[in-house]
């Protein structure tokens, strides 16, 4: 989806619920469209833009988005940052799998053959589906490999 249509997707969808399509909101918005791994608040707050701009503030405005299916939150593994990424109502994808770090709680999108996505998918028709994926990420597997 380019941005075009992503704001007007996200004025629709705020509007629904008496909300505005703020520069705050726009900017995560674009932020996320940007990149295919989910991101945190504080990755958020250093992605540009947001200089000024309060932690809480942009907490506030992804609860927002959340809302109207345009983010959606990965919780972090054991008390690890959250994670945000498009939601449902922003991407054409019938289904999205991460992989949650067991070690150092970062979250990263998985790449599955269609196929298993779509075998997934069929047994939840309708709606989008999320897999997330707790294992040690490749970069922790190298180090301890290294370390050993
Ligand atoms: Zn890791």
Same mark, same amino acid.
């Given at each position: 989806m380019n941005t075009t249509d992503l704001d007007a997707l996200a004025i629709s969808r705020l509007a629904s619920v008496g909300q505005r399509y703020t520069t705050c909101r726009r900017r995560i918005m674009h932020i996320l469209t940007a990149t295919s791994d989910p991101m945190t608040i504080p990755l958020i707050l250093a992605s %540009? $833009?947001? $200089? $000024?701009? %309060?932690q809480s503030s942009v907490y506030r405005n992804l609860a927002v988005l959340e809302r109207v299916g345009l983010v959606q939150q990965i919780p972090g593994h054991h008390g690890g940052h959250a994670y945000f990424t498009l939601g449902p109502a922003a991407t054409t994808s019938t289904g999205d799998a991460f992989l949650r770090c067991t070690r150092c709680t970062t979250i990263t999108s998985l790449a599955l053959p269609a196929a298993t996505l779509e075998a997934i998918t069929a047994a939840a028709p309708g709606q989008v589906v999320t897999i997330s994926i707790d294992q040690v990420c490749p970069t922790c597997a190298t180090t301890e490999a290294a370390a050993s």
């Open positions: %540009a $833009g947001f $200089g $000024g701009l %309060a």
